[in-house]
């Protein structure tokens, strides 16, 4: 096998920067905070973190409204706050990938503040301005993915905007060579200084159809995507990735292809049809190194439906192209919620055990729930559209002790941004550290075996057909050392014969318990998760 680059064979980890370590006693995270509990990640076996943004911003969408893309917010720290802990990172082996917003800035970015202020002011196209229709209405159909029309009607000079989210974040015009090369600017601003790739937020927005057609009328959620309420009415067709998005992105790779040693670019690209999705690694690989595999958030929990989505993603993907598996982040419900304890154990497994790059989601290493915010405490601004699609949730902070305000902060609880989950006193890192078959010492087995063996984090893939009823089953192998990985989805004990388990040696169980191996049969409980060491 040739020589793999780091983004290859990393774990990566996400931060929500407002939730990790608050440093100031303000009840927020900030980059401080992260600096100094970098220990905990590299203990924790982590290998890269990625940083959602921290970014001067008015907070309309929590930091995704960005008013300028080369600063840091005062409530997060300095630029000199970042700088250290890059610095900090990189002295202790970790990677640093920032979080860049291209499809839209803040309406208080000045950018902005000046394309607004008149029809000919020469950052007027800077942002997607259109007439009304001669009745006055928006110039198409479009929505706004956190609810209600995608236009904004601008009263000084007599034109509608594009907003595809709130409207205070006006969506940027690609099309535009200046915009191009301004953000190109942005990205060489932070590659400067040392980062080590970046998370594109909705990689696939950026360009929409020219002629700004109406999207058709879609009856119906077709169940790919959680629920979104107004907005699935739609098919999403001309609102985002139209096809000049790839050499968009084939111009970003080689603004990054310049730079040595290489960086990574991660997508947040929700797409569900795999051809159109696989495209954005680019026609020779020259686009993004992942683009974002979303497929198993949505996926029903079942064996044959996971076995289908990676069997799907490894036939789709192109020779050299790496694949990269995603199950939590700060827009979806929290794992351990969605699944329920014992599955969120046997998902950790699955995720750390298949071909490609996984991304973990802070505090999911705890098995933290979601957390039920009462209606007038939601903060998130979809939630103040629609309350039941709020993303609060998952975004509470990191619980590192069981004190009052979990470690997270010095200020009292009651002044945290977010509350903490009802069962803090148990579920947080020094309580679980404690016991040896929690769930925090489930993932640092599971971490550390991955890092210790080629045929985990490079080896190829293959499934393993298998006669037990809901169970998943694949071999990992890389030269002579072979794995097989045994996954039970269903509700029932389970006996799984094959021959592979013949004189195997078991490594790892979900439940961190030593498993029965009699023969080429080995016994599975509910929900149990086995990583096996076959002998060769
Ligand atoms: C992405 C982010 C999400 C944000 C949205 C708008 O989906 O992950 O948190 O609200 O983009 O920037």
Same mark, same amino acid.
């Given at each position: 096998?040739?020589?793999?680059?780091?983004?290859?064979?990393?774990?990566?980890?996400?931060?929500?920067?407002?939730?990790?370590?608050?440093?100031?006693?303000?009840?927020?995270?900030?980059?401080?905070?992260?600096?100094?509990?970098?220990?905990?990640?590299?203990?924790?076996?982590?290998?890269?973190?990625?940083?959602?943004?921290?970014?001067?911003?008015?907070?309309?969408?929590?930091?995704?409204?960005?008013?300028?893309?080369?600063?840091?917010?005062?409530?997060?720290?300095?630029?000199?706050?970042?700088?250290?802990?890059?610095?900090?990172?990189?002295?202790?082996?970790?990677?640093?990938?920032?979080?860049?917003?291209?499809?839209?800035?803040?309406?208080?970015?000045?950018?902005?503040?000046?394309?607004?202020?008149?029809?000919?002011?020469?950052?007027?196209?800077?942002?997607?301005?259109?007439?009304?229709?001669?009745?006055?209405?928006?110039?198409?159909?479009?929505?706004?993915?956190?609810?209600?029309?995608?236009?904004?009607?601008?009263?000084?000079?007599?034109?509608?905007?594009?907003?595809?989210?709130?409207?205070?974040?006006?969506?940027?015009?690609?099309?535009?060579?200046?915009?191009?090369?301004?953000?190109h600017d942005v990205y060489r601003f932070w590659?400067?200084?040392?980062?080590?790739?970046?998370?594109?937020?909705?990689?696939?927005?950026?360009?929409?159809?020219?002629?700004?057609?109406?999207?058709?009328?879609?009856?119906?959620?077709?169940?790919?995507?959680?629920?979104?309420?107004?907005?699935?009415?739609?098919?999403?067709?001309?609102?985002?990735?139209?096809?000049?998005?790839?050499?968009?992105?084939?111009? $970003? /790779?080689?603004?990054?292809?310049? %730079?040595?040693?290489?960086?990574?670019?991660?997508? #947040? *690209?929700? !797409?569900?049809?795999? =051809?159109?999705?696989?495209?954005?690694?680019?026609?020779?690989?020259?686009?993004?190194?992942?683009?974002?595999?979303?497929?198993?958030?949505?996926?029903?929990?079942?064996?044959?439906?996971?076995?289908?989505?990676?069997?799907?993603?490894?036939?789709?993907?192109?020779?050299?192209?790496?694949?990269?598996?995603?199950?939590?982040?700060?827009?979806?419900?929290?794992?351990?919620?969605?699944?329920?304890?014992?599955?969120?154990?046997?998902?950790?497994?699955?995720?750390?055990? $298949? /071909?490609?790059?996984?991304?973990? %989601?802070?505090?999911?290493?705890?098995?933290?729930? #979601? *957390?039920? !915010?009462?209606?007038? =405490?939601?903060?998130?601004?979809?939630?103040?559209?629609?309350?039941?699609?709020?993303?609060?949730?998952?975004?509470?902070?990191?619980?590192?002790?069981?004190?009052?305000?979990?470690?997270?902060?010095?200020?009292?609880?009651?002044?945290?941004?977010?509350?903490?989950?009802?069962?803090?006193?148990?579920?947080?890192?020094?309580?679980?550290?404690?016991?040896?078959?929690?769930?925090?010492?489930?993932?640092?087995?599971?971490?550390?075996?991955?890092?210790?063996?080629?045929? $985990?984090?490079?080896?190829?893939?293959?499934?393993?057909?298998?006669?037990?009823?809901?169970?998943?089953?694949?071999?990992?192998a890389e030269g002579a050392q072979q794995v097989?990985?045994?996954?039970?989805?269903?509700?029932?004990?389970?006996?799984?014969?094959?021959?592979?388990?013949?004189?195997?040696?078991?490594?790892?169980?979900?439940?961190?318990?030593?498993?029965?191996?009699?023969?080429?049969?080995?016994?599975?409980?509910?929900?149990?998760?086995?990583?096996?060491?076959?002998?060769?």
């Amino acid at each position: 096998m040739s020589e793999l680059e780091w983004w290859q064979t990393a774990v990566i980890y996400q931060i929500y920067p407002r939730s990790f370590q608050d440093s100031t006693s303000d009840g927020i995270g900030d980059l401080p905070g992260i600096t100094r509990r970098l220990d905990y990640l590299v203990d924790l076996g982590i290998d890269a973190i990625w940083i959602s943004p921290f970014y001067p911003s008015p907070m309309a969408d929590f930091g995704y409204d960005v008013a300028d893309y080369t600063d840091v917010d005062p409530i997060f720290g300095t630029l000199t706050d970042f700088d250290e802990l890059l610095a900090t990172a990189h002295h202790l082996g970790l990677k640093v990938i920032i979080d860049i917003v291209p499809n839209h800035t803040s309406d208080q970015h000045r950018w902005f503040l000046e394309s607004r202020s008149s029809r000919d002011n020469p950052k007027r196209d800077w942002y997607v301005w259109r007439d009304p229709m001669p009745d006055g209405s928006p110039p198409n159909n479009w929505l706004s993915a956190f609810g209600g029309g995608a236009w904004e009607w601008d009263e000084t000079t007599g034109q509608f905007y594009l907003h595809t989210f709130v409207r205070e974040q006006p969506d940027l015009n690609w099309r535009n060579p200046d915009v191009v090369e301004a953000m190109h600017d942005v990205y060489r601003f932070w590659l400067d200084r040392g980062v080590d790739g970046f998370r594109i937020d909705v990689a696939h927005r950026i360009m929409k159809d020219p002629d700004l057609r109406d999207n058709p009328p879609k009856p119906g959620a077709d169940g790919t995507f959680k629920s979104m309420g107004a907005y699935e009415t739609q098919h999403h067709i001309h609102d985002m990735g139209h096809p000049d998005v790839h050499d968009a992105y084939r111009d $970003l /790779r080689a603004v990054l292809d310049s %730079y040595d040693p290489p960086r990574v670019t991660i997508g #947040e *690209v929700h !797409i569900f049809d795999w =051809d159109e999705w696989v495209r954005y690694y680019g026609a020779d690989l020259d686009g993004m190194h992942l683009p974002g595999n979303f497929t198993l958030l949505y996926v029903p929990w079942d064996a044959g439906a996971v076995r289908t989505r990676v069997d799907e993603l490894e036939g789709i993907l192109p020779d050299g192209a790496w694949p990269n598996y995603v199950l939590g982040n700060h827009d979806e419900p929290r794992l351990a919620t969605r699944f329920g304890p014992e599955r969120a154990r046997l998902a950790a497994m699955l995720l750390l055990t $298949l /071909r490609g790059t996984p991304t973990l %989601y802070y505090g999911d290493e705890l098995g933290m729930t #979601e *957390v039920t !915010i009462a209606p007038e =405490d939601q903060q998130d601004p979809w939630a103040l559209r629609e309350p039941e699609l709020g993303r609060d949730g998952c975004r509470t902070p990191m619980q590192w002790d069981a004190s009052g305000s979990a470690g997270f902060s010095d200020a009292d609880r009651a002044s945290l941004w977010l509350p903490l989950t009802p069962d803090q006193a148990t579920v947080n890192v020094k309580v679980l550290d404690q016991s040896p078959t929690s769930i925090l010492t489930l993932y640092r087995r599971l971490l550390a075996l991955r890092r210790g063996m080629s045929a $985990l984090h490079q080896g190829t893939y293959s499934p393993i057909e298998s006669a037990a009823d809901g169970v998943f089953a694949f071999e990992r192998a890389e030269g002579a050392q072979q794995v097989c990985v045994v996954l039970n989805f269903g509700d029932q004990a389970v006996r799984f014969v094959h021959e592979c388990v013949v004189g195997a040696e078991p490594l790892l169980s979900t439940t961190l318990r030593r498993p029965n191996i009699d023969g080429a049969a080995v016994e599975l409980a509910a929900n149990e998760g086995l990583i096996l060491r076959l002998s060769t």
